[in-house]
């Protein structure tokens, strides 16, 4: 019964990293016989290419360590999830790389709600509570009661 959680871990580990490279070979030899097919050899589609190979791989070693690890997948999911979209998208309709434009518009409105939240948060100073006289002296009693020491006595 002992590392039941790390063997299931490792079993989801397998599984999962087994799906994802699975569908990266699918995508890539499409890939590649559309540029076979078409005959598309010229120096910017090897850059092209190569570029694909190069997210491709980042995010597959990521998300695979990310998994042995435990940790959450996300950001590196979308990016793979993208990246094979524009990959085989790109083989129809050349416009099909202005897809990766999501990936720093949505870094960009992270970025800014992080800091519009910043900027129209005040500080804690400015929102001290106004309190009348009875409410006042009230928490001045609590306080001067928390300073006291108190005895007990145990039998």
Wanted: net charge neutral.
């Amino acid at each position: 019964m002992a590392n039941q959680a790390e063997k299931k871990a490792g079993k989801l580990a397998v599984t999962t990293m087994a799906k994802y490279w699975q569908s990266l070979q699918i995508v890539n030899v499409f890939y590649f016989a559309v540029q076979v097919y078409y005959m598309y050899f010229s120096m910017w589609d090897i850059m092209v290419d190569l570029g694909f190979t190069l997210v491709s791989y980042m995010s597959y070693s990521s998300i695979l360590s990310c998994v042995e690890m435990g940790v959450q997948t996300e950001y590196w999911n979308d990016i793979f999830i993208i990246n094979l979209f524009v990959q085989v998208g790109i083989c129809f309709f050349d416009w099909f790389g202005y897809v990766y434009l999501i990936i720093p518009l949505y870094a960009l409105s992270k970025i800014g709600s992080m800091l519009w939240s910043w900027l129209v948060t005040s500080s804690p100073e400015e929102e001290e509570p106004e309190m009348d006289e009875k409410t006042r002296r009230k928490m001045e009693k609590k306080e001067k009661r928390g300073e006291r020491v108190k005895y007990r006595k145990i039998r």
